[in-house]
């Protein structure tokens, strides 16, 4: 019995040994708790993995609006600046010198003028050098054109109605010879006219600026005018 006793209390103590070596097993709740651990931190990273994912794509998405933004609204059609020949028809004795002053431009942009104004918005005949820099003088833009082509007169005459209708007074369809004076005398009139030896079919011209055209590009056009017309800053160069 004494043997029999003490290998029960011999094989007793080897087992609590080797539990005390291996360690308690872990109880049902502290594993459910690192189960529900491991899950949030896989549901943590699946959440900013996407927040990551929905930012990139609102990126990229704001990225091509605006290149396709640019893409749709153009430049600007400024022409060419050209340095000022001056404002040479206010002194005395300038009347015997015009008739040879040589504009660096064609048609003009600066230079000798007189201080003559036209009868319409709508020329049928070309606008001498010298009254067209004295219009571009006050800040007017002038669309001319140098071919025979019904459509481009057609279009640049509308584009230009556009404008000067504003300058017309209540009650008017066309405008009186004081209407059309009081507005170029202003800055305020876009004026259309045939020019010939141009070496483009269309011309727009501002006080030192000069855009060439080879055809009636309503939008360029449009854009000219808004940036000179009645600009006082560009009479100033």
């Known amino acids: 019995m ?5 290998k029960k209390n011999t094989q007793r ?8 070596q291996g360690g308690a097993p872990a109880s049902p709740s502290l594993e459910r708790k ?5 899950l949030m931190l896989w549901l943590s990273l699946a959440v900013l993995a996407v927040l990551a994912l929905s930012f990139w794509l609102v990126r990229g ?8 933004q640019q893409q749709a609204t153009p430049a600007p059609f400024a022409g060419v600046a050209y340095p000022s020949q001056g404002h040479q028809g206010h002194r005395p004795g300038d009347l015997q010198r015009y008739a040879h002053f040589k504009y660096s431009t064609t048609p003009p942009t600066s230079g000798f003028h007189r201080e003559v104004f036209t009868t319409g918005f709508i020329a049928s005949k070309p606008i001498p050098n010298f009254v067209q820099v004295h219009l571009l003088e006050h ?3 002038l669309l001319q054109y140098d071919c025979i082509c019904p459509a481009i007169v057609a279009t640049l005459s509308r584009i230009a109605g556009e404008f000067d209708s504003r300058l017309i ?3 008017s369809d066309t405008p009186s010879l004081a209407d059309v004076q009081s507005a170029e005398e202003q800055g305020l009139a876009v004026i259309v006219a045939p020019y010939p030896g141009m070496k483009t079919p269309v011309a727009l011209t501002a006080w ?6 080879p055809d009636a590009d309503e939008g360029k056009i449009v854009s000219f005018i808004n940036l000179y017309l009645h600009n006082t800053d560009n009479l100033n160069r």
């Open 34 to 38: 690192a189960a529900r651990r491991s």
């Open 169 to 171: 007074a209540p009650g």
């Open 208 to 213: 030192t600026r000069l855009g060439t055209l």
């Open 139 to 141: 800040g007017n833009v």
């Open 13 to 20: 103590i080897s087992a609590s040994g080797r539990a005390r």
């Open 61 to 68: 998405r704001q990225g091509a609006a605006t290149s396709a």
């Open 2 to 6: 004494a043997d029999a006793d003490r």
